[in-house]
C-alpha cells in the first residue's frame, strides 16, 4: 500500500471538510438558524477543491488510458446513488447525478459532451433532450387528451462510466491516477413509458463532463460520512481518493479501443477475469518500473 498517497488523501479530506450537515446545531435558539454557517466559519472555510498540480510530459514514463464502471448496486457506491429524496436532505447533499444537472443546468459545468473522446460539445438543450420529453397521449390537449412527461432522475441512474489515465510520474517515482471525464448511466428516456419496448434493464451514456471542470461544483457537494456526521466528504474528494468500486470495460488498445466485450463475447465471467487482468497489469507496472 501507498502510504504516503494514503496520508495525503487524509490531510486532504481532513482541510477541506466543513461542517455542513450540522452547522450551528449546538448554538442555534431557532429552528430556521440550524445550518447557517457564522461569518467567522465561512471566513475560514476554504470552498475550492484540493488542486492539481502540473505535470509534465516528459515525467510520465508510461501511461495508459481506461474506462470504468461503476456500478450503485454495490454498497460500496450508494454514497453516489442517494439521496433520491430531496425533501428532507440539506440543500448541500444531493445525489452525484444531481449535482452534476444542477452545474449543467446553472452553467458552473460547461464542459459536456455527447462522447468520452470530447469531440462534440453539447448544451443544456441537449442534455435536456437526453434527460426529458413530453408524450402526447389521446392526441394531446388538442384533441382532448393530455401530455405525459418523463424525466431521468436519480433513482434512474443505475451507473457511472469513468474515462481516467493511469500514469508513472518519474519525478516522484508513483504510479498515479487522474479522472478525465465522468458520464452518468441511466435508460433511454424516448422509450420511457412505452410498454411495447422491453428496455427496462439497458443503460446508455446520458453525457459526458470533462472532470476537471466539474471539481467546484462537486467539491460543493457534500456525501454523508457514515463515522463522522460532523465532517462530510464532498463528491471531488470521494471520487479523486477512488473510493469506489468499479469494473475495466475497456483499454485504449490498437484494434481502436475495442471494448472487453467485443473479443470475449458470450461470457461474463471471462470478461471479469479480462478486466481483473487489465487492473493487475496496472498495478504490477509501479513494481516493474523498479525492476532492472
Same mark, same amino acid.
Given at each position: 500500500?501507498?502510504?504516503?498517497? &494514503?496520508?495525503?488523501?487524509?490531510?486532504?479530506?481532513?482541510?477541506?471538510?466543513?461542517?455542513?450537515?450540522?452547522?450551528?446545531?449546538?448554538?442555534?435558539?431557532k429552528?430556521?438558524?440550524?445550518?447557517?454557517?457564522?461569518q467567522?466559519?465561512?471566513?475560514?472555510?476554504?470552498?475550492?477543491?484540493?488542486?492539481?498540480?502540473?505535470? !509534465?510530459?516528459?515525467?510520465?514514463?508510461?501511461?495508459?488510458?481506461?474506462?470504468?464502471?461503476?456500478?450503485?448496486?454495490?454498497?460500496?457506491?450508494?454514497?453516489?446513488?442517494?439521496?433520491?429524496?430531496?425533501?428532507?436532505?440539506?440543500?448541500?447533499?444531493?445525489?452525484? &447525478?444531481?449535482?452534476? /444537472?444542477?452545474? =449543467?443546468?446553472?452553467?458552473?459545468?460547461?464542459?459536456?459532451?455527447?462522447?468520452?473522446?470530447?469531440t462534440?460539445?453539447?448544451?443544456?438543450? $441537449?442534455?435536456?433532450? /437526453?434527460?426529458?420529453?413530453?408524450?402526447?397521449?389521446?392526441?394531446?390537449?388538442?384533441?382532448?387528451?393530455?401530455?405525459?412527461?418523463?424525466? =431521468?432522475?436519480?433513482?434512474?441512474?443505475?451507473?457511472?462510466?469513468?474515462?481516467?489515465?493511469?500514469? &508513472?510520474?518519474?519525478?516522484?517515482?508513483?504510479?498515479?491516477?487522474?479522472?478525465?471525464?465522468?458520464?452518468? /448511466?441511466?435508460?433511454?428516456?424516448?422509450?420511457?413509458?412505452?410498454?411495447?419496448?422491453?428496455?427496462?434493464? !439497458?443503460?446508455?451514456?446520458?453525457?459526458?463532463?470533462?472532470?476537471?471542470? *466539474?471539481r467546484?461544483?462537486?467539491?460543493?457537494?457534500?456525501?454523508?460520512?457514515?463515522?463522522?456526521?460532523?465532517?462530510?466528504?464532498?463528491? $471531488?474528494?470521494?471520487?479523486?481518493?477512488?473510493?469506489?468500486?468499479?469494473?475495466?470495460?475497456?483499454?485504449?488498445?490498437?484494434y481502436?479501443?475495442?471494448? =472487453?466485450?467485443?473479443?470475449?463475447?458470450?461470457?461474463?465471467l471471462?470478461?471479469?477475469?479480462? *478486466?481483473?487482468?487489465?487492473?493487475?497489469?496496472?498495478?504490477?507496472?509501479? /513494481?516493474?518500473?523498479?525492476?532492472?
Amino acid at each position: 500500500m501507498n502510504w504516503k498517497r &494514503f496520508y495525503v488523501v487524509l490531510l486532504a479530506l481532513a482541510t477541506t471538510s466543513v461542517v455542513t450537515a450540522q452547522a450551528n446545531l449546538l448554538n442555534a435558539k431557532k429552528v430556521e438558524n440550524i445550518g447557517k454557517k457564522t461569518q467567522a466559519e465561512i471566513d475560514s472555510e476554504d470552498e475550492k477543491p484540493l488542486p492539481y498540480g502540473f505535470i !509534465s510530459d516528459r515525467d510520465v514514463l508510461w501511461s495508459k488510458v481506461v474506462w470504468e464502471y461503476v456500478d450503485l448496486n454495490q454498497k460500496i457506491n450508494l454514497p453516489y446513488y442517494y439521496p433520491i429524496d430531496t425533501t428532507n436532505a440539506l440543500s448541500t447533499r444531493r445525489s452525484l &447525478f444531481d449535482t452534476l /444537472m444542477k452545474g =449543467i443546468k446553472t452553467g458552473e459545468i460547461e464542459e459536456v459532451y455527447s462522447d468520452s473522446y470530447f469531440t462534440t460539445k453539447i448544451g443544456i438543450e $441537449d442534455v435536456k433532450k /437526453m434527460t426529458y420529453m413530453e408524450r402526447e397521449v389521446d392526441g394531446g390537449p388538442e384533441q382532448g387528451g393530455y401530455i405525459d412527461p418523463y424525466s =431521468i432522475q436519480s433513482q434512474d441512474v443505475k451507473g457511472y462510466m469513468l474515462k481516467g489515465i493511469w500514469y &508513472f510520474d518519474k519525478r516522484q517515482g508513483e504510479l498515479k491516477y487522474r479522472m478525465l471525464a465522468i458520464a452518468p /448511466m441511466g435508460p433511454d428516456v424516448q422509450v420511457m413509458g412505452v410498454q411495447e419496448i422491453d428496455d427496462a434493464d !439497458s443503460v446508455y451514456e446520458l453525457f459526458w463532463v470533462f472532470y476537471p471542470d *466539474a471539481r467546484d461544483a462537486l467539491h460543493a457537494s457534500k456525501v454523508f460520512n457514515p463515522k463522522n456526521s460532523a465532517h462530510p466528504i464532498s463528491f $471531488d474528494n470521494l471520487l479523486n481518493a477512488r473510493r469506489f468500486n468499479s469494473t475495466i470495460i475497456k483499454e485504449e488498445n490498437l484494434y481502436g479501443d475495442r471494448k =472487453i466485450a467485443d473479443y470475449i463475447r458470450g461470457n461474463s465471467l471471462f470478461q471479469l477475469l479480462e *478486466a481483473d487482468r487489465i487492473k493487475e497489469g496496472i498495478r504490477d507496472r509501479e /513494481m516493474d518500473m523498479w525492476n532492472y
